[in-house]
């Protein structure tokens, strides 16, 4: 770490040093955490009345979520009474998060140019000590054990609330998306960390990066927005073009693009030759 002075940063003093990866600005700075310790903490610069915003927001889709879901009770049984899928399809505020030109910046230098959101749920971790579905170690792409040259998937996810050690801010297993196998649990307990980040901030993961929620010991839920952003090939947790229609903001080719508009699979050889006319159509049309 830089020493501050004054005058600002200095370099650190070193000796046998040929090469370093160059100082940046807060982007370059979560890729080369991410790279090096597979996960960031990284402010999204929203303004307090925006923060107050996006938690009435997200409590008004919490509601929603719970009467088309067809109700509290029912998604209880099931175990999603703490996860609002899709959160964008019933509130176009979190469409613009899953936009964050920062986020998208740091996902590009990582994964590739072309990615696509997998998949944007609320997170509640309720309070008092109750146990969630996050509740234990996992990766964001789960039951894989290798590693890869580059990541497959980001995960980004959006503090709502402030996270702290009592309302069971996130585990992470440090550098752990460089290891195929879950590591010990002795390891784990020796080197675990806790990320804990202001309200509107994002904790970054490589998805590989194993982590998981704590136990939630105050007595107010804590409140987050997930994303998952992947290579094309991977498929969405739902498909998101099926839930916001076919015509949705047609006129932008690049939310459309990250949305999964495009990957849809030909259901049979006849759609598929469709589909590659299409293609070949609007290629000649750009020419």
């Given at each position: 770490m830089a020493i501050q002075s004054s005058a600002g940063f200095v370099p650190v003093e070193r000796y046998g040093v040929r090469e370093q990866t160059p100082s940046g600005g807060p982007v370059e700075r979560a890729i080369e955490s991410l790279r090096t310790?597979?996960?960031?903490?990284?402010?999204?610069?929203?303004?307090?009345s925006e923060m107050a915003a996006l938690r009435e927001r997200f409590d008004a889709v919490r509601e929603m979520v719970y009467q088309q879901g067809g109700g509290r009770d029912r998604l209880t049984r099931i175990d999603e009474q703490h996860t609002l899928r899709a959160m964008l399809a019933?509130?176009?505020?979190?469409?613009?998060?899953?936009?964050?030109?920062?986020?998208?910046?740091?996902?590009?230098?990582?994964?590739?140019?072309?990615?696509?959101?997998?998949?944007?749920?609320?997170?509640?971790?309720p309070g008092n000590g109750r146990e969630y579905n996050q509740g234990k170690?996992?990766?964001?792409?789960?039951?894989?054990?290798?590693?890869?040259?580059?990541?497959?998937a980001i995960n980004a996810l959006f503090?709502?609330?402030?996270f702290?050690?009592?309302?069971g801010a996130t585990l992470v297993a440090p550098a752990s998306h460089k290891m195929e196998a879950f590591p010990s649990d002795e390891f784990l307990r020796q080197t675990a960390l806790q990320a804990v980040a202001p309200a509107g901030h994002f904790i970054i993961l490589d998805a590989m990066t194993f982590h998981s929620g704590a136990v939630n010991r105050s007595p107010r839920d804590r409140r987050a927005v997930n994303h998952v952003y992947t290579i094309p090939m991977i498929r969405q947790q739902i498909d998101l073009p099926a839930v916001l229609g076919a015509?949705?903001?047609?006129?932008?080719?690049?939310?459309?693009?990250?949305?999964?508009?495009?990957?849809?699979v030909p259901?049979?050889?006849?759609?598929?030759?469709?589909?590659?006319e299409q293609r070949v159509q609007g290629s000649r049309a750009a020419m």
């Open positions: 310790f597979g996960y960031a903490i990284y402010d999204a610069g929203f303004s307090p019933h509130d176009a505020s979190f469409l613009e998060l899953a936009r964050h030109p920062d986020i998208l910046a740091i996902a590009r230098q990582l994964v590739g140019d072309y990615i696509v959101l997998n998949q944007q749920n609320g997170v509640i971790n170690w996992h990766r964001d792409l789960p039951y894989q054990h290798f590693v890869s040259s580059r990541p497959l503090c709502v609330d402030e702290t050690h009592d309302n015509d949705y903001r047609k006129e932008d080719s690049s939310v459309r693009s990250l949305l999964g508009y495009g990957l849809e259901r049979s050889v006849e759609e598929y030759y469709l589909s590659r």
